[in-house]
């Protein structure tokens, strides 16, 4: 087996690769809707790319919505692209440079034919920003092959399957991607876990990437010998990508051993005129034709020479070769899917039924058919796609694109695209690279994510905490907070990964907090030396009654407990707990720091009461055993 990756992540820059829309999308303002069909073009050099052709077959029609907050006429296609973003080169750049890289001299923008709607204009802006390199996994090194810039596509929001419809909108449109691609050089599905865990250390050490689900996602690529490559597009979870490429190296063995065993059969696909069968089904029980029929749609059939038993055959697990077949029809064709005689009779059709289709169709005991209940012309558009799907079962793997499912297995999505799709982009000029710019960013490139977290538990953080803070989208408010006030860091990084996630549970705005305005809060939180508890109480109080930080930070503060409310509780504590000092004597501390802290409420720092608790301890067991 060989798999290579690419990894794409989405940039934190403050606006958008070829336009000045800010890169966080908005909840409200005004939002446009326009209309499109999109058209392939055909490459520079006259090809068509057969993705391209493939989505002009679907004869779909896009809506848009755009965000007037968060998108403009770039986006709409309505307006040429501006400079590209020296911010997002700049971070793509010390990436290449950190994978060891070669940076190219000159950033070229390229155009890739995409009409699947998720950009406007039919196509999505690319550039090389690098090739070669290494990332280390195991005792050994793996290839990396281009590191490009481009921007991401539209969010699928609505498919409207009645009005051949698909809904995307504009927010995501044009935030910068890095896209890491790495040479065919992973063996096992462990080995490209690895990679992309390396990878992705790599993309957080510039501490400029967005963080959270969907801005982060693998393509992966896959071929067994004796097979073709595949692609799997969108794998979203680490932990996802062993689970996909064991179960399409499973496919492809299995495509491959079924199609040794139609040879030597003697299996041939012919081209077989689909047979209009409706006349079989006028009185079936099938409730799905009856409703076809209701529609005034029809029924139709294929024969398929040598295929009995076939489409019953499992190529992977829980994947049977029907399965496969009937996913080409609903993606090529658009139908809902097929039947085939290795599965009947059910679904409410009967023997007799079954019987009544090999006859018309003319099937041999050695032949099998797929049925097809729609519109004449789809029926049969959908028949001529389960014929070449059947005729490639002879060869084995088709190359592909493959979308992944939750469970690991995947499914066809469409043809896989090759380099016909690529022409330059003439509304961008080229951005000449130096080598005293380079220079410059080598000088800047941040340390190792791991020299903040060792940093962080020399400050007292637990191993657990560190590592999620320095995973967490806050970091660069942590290091920061790090270079001014070192002691308050790891009570804010516990409030930023912990409890700002429990104010949210709790039903708090906590979307509303930006980094900025939490790095100003933590500022004065670490100056008045406010509890963990504290903090929480400020941050609750800011969002609840929208006061500003430095007035929500002087309430919470005002309510501090004393030197000497303090004595008084711990006072009380003892003074109600004597049976169990009597018992348990300095081991009594902890179910009474338990208690303390209870009766506190999060108004005296935790290490003062500690040390007041265990002083007056020391004392009461002291005076028990005179």
Not at 61 to 74: Q, R
Not at 238 to 254: A, C, D, H, N, Y
Not at 349 to 354: D, F, H, L, N, S
Not at 444 to 456: F, G, H, Q, S, V
């Amino acid at each position: 087996m060989k798999a290579g990756l690419e990894v794409h992540q989405q940039l934190d820059t403050q606006r958008k690769l070829f336009c000045d829309c800010p890169t966080r999308g908005s909840a409200g303002g005004r939002v446009i809707e326009f209309t499109r069909v999109l058209r392939p073009s055909k490459s520079e050099l006259g090809q068509e790319d057969p993705a391209a052709e493939f989505e002009k077959e679907r004869r779909r029609k896009f809506v848009y919505e755009a965000p007037t907050e968060s998108s403009c006429a770039v986006e709409m296609d309505e307006e040429p692209p501006h400079r590209l973003n020296s911010e997002a080169l700049e971070i793509g750049l010390q990436v290449a440079l950190l994978l060891k890289s070669k940076p190219v001299d000159e950033v070229l923008v390229m155009r890739k034919i995409v009409i699947d709607g998720s950009n406007t204009g039919g196509f999505q802006r690319t550039a090389l920003i690098g090739t070669g390199g290494s990332v280390p996994v195991g005792n050994r090194e793996v290839r990396i092959a281009t590191v490009c810039l481009e921007e991401d596509a539209a969010k699928l929001v609505d498919t409207r399957k009645d009005g051949g419809e698909v809904v995307y909108r504009l927010d995501r449109l044009g935030i910068p991607l890095i896209e890491v691609s790495t040479e065919p050089d992973l063996r096992n599905a462990e080995e490209a876990e690895m990679a992309a865990l390396e990878i992705g250390k790599i993309l957080r050490r510039t501490r400029r990437t967005k963080r959270g689900l969907g801005t982060i996602r693998q393509d992966v690529n896959i071929s067994v010998e004796g097979g073709a490559r595949v692609e799997i597009k969108g794998v979203q979870e680490l932990s996802l990508i062993p689970k996909v490429i064991r179960f399409e190296k499973q496919r492809q063995e299995g495509l491959i051993s079924l199609a040794r065993n139609l040879v030597a059969a003697g299996a041939k696909v012919e081209n077989c005129v689909p047979v209009d069968i409706t006349h079989v089904f006028e009185q079936t029980d099938s409730r799905a034709i009856q409703s076809a029929l209701k529609r005034r749609e029809g029924v139709y059939a294929l024969r398929v020479r040598g295929f009995v038993g076939v489409f019953g055959t499992e190529v992977a697990p829980g994947l049977r070769f029907g399965a496969e077949v009937a996913d080409y029809a609903r993606r090529l064709a658009g139908v809902g899917g097929i039947f085939h005689s290795d599965e009947l009779p059910a679904y409410g059709i009967k023997q007799k039924e079954v019987d009544e289709v090999h006859k018309t169709v003319g099937c041999s005991q050695r032949d099998a058919f797929v049925i097809v209940v729609g519109r004449q012309e789809a029926a049969k558009r959908a028949l001529a796609v389960v014929s070449r799907r059947c005729n490639d079962a002879l060869t084995g793997v088709v190359p592909e694109t493959r979308s992944p499912e939750a469970d690991g297995t995947t499914r066809y999505s469409r043809p896989l695209p090759g380099s016909a799709r690529m022409y330059p982009e003439t509304d961008v000029p080229g951005t000449r690279i130096t080598s005293g710019y380079l220079l410059d960013l080598t000088r800047n490139i941040p340390a190792p994510i791991e020299k903040t977290a060792e940093t962080l538990k020399r400050l007292g953080a637990s191993a657990e905490l560190s590592s999620q803070i320095v995973g967490s989208e806050w970091l660069p408010v942590i290091e920061e907070l790090l270079s001014m006030n070192p002691n308050y860091a790891v009570t804010a990084g516990a409030f930023l990964t912990q409890d700002l996630k429990e104010l949210e549970r709790e039903g708090a705005a906590t979307d509303r907090l930006d980094q900025e305005t939490l790095l100003a809060t933590l500022k004065i939180a670490s100056n008045s030396r406010l509890t963990r508890t504290q903090l929480k109480q400020a941050v609750q109080l800011m969002l609840e009654s929208e006061v500003k930080a430095e007035k929500a930070i002087e309430m919470i503060a005002e309510r501090t407990l004393s030197k000497s409310e303090l004595d008084s509780i711990i006072e009380d504590v003892l003074a109600r707990n004597l049976h169990i000092i009597q018992e348990r004597k300095e081991e009594a501390f902890k179910p009474l720091m338990g208690e303390v802290m209870a009766a506190v409420k999060g108004r005296a720092p935790g290490s003062l009461v500690s040390e007041k608790l265990k002083e007056r301890l020391q004392t009461a067991v002291a005076r028990e055993n005179q």
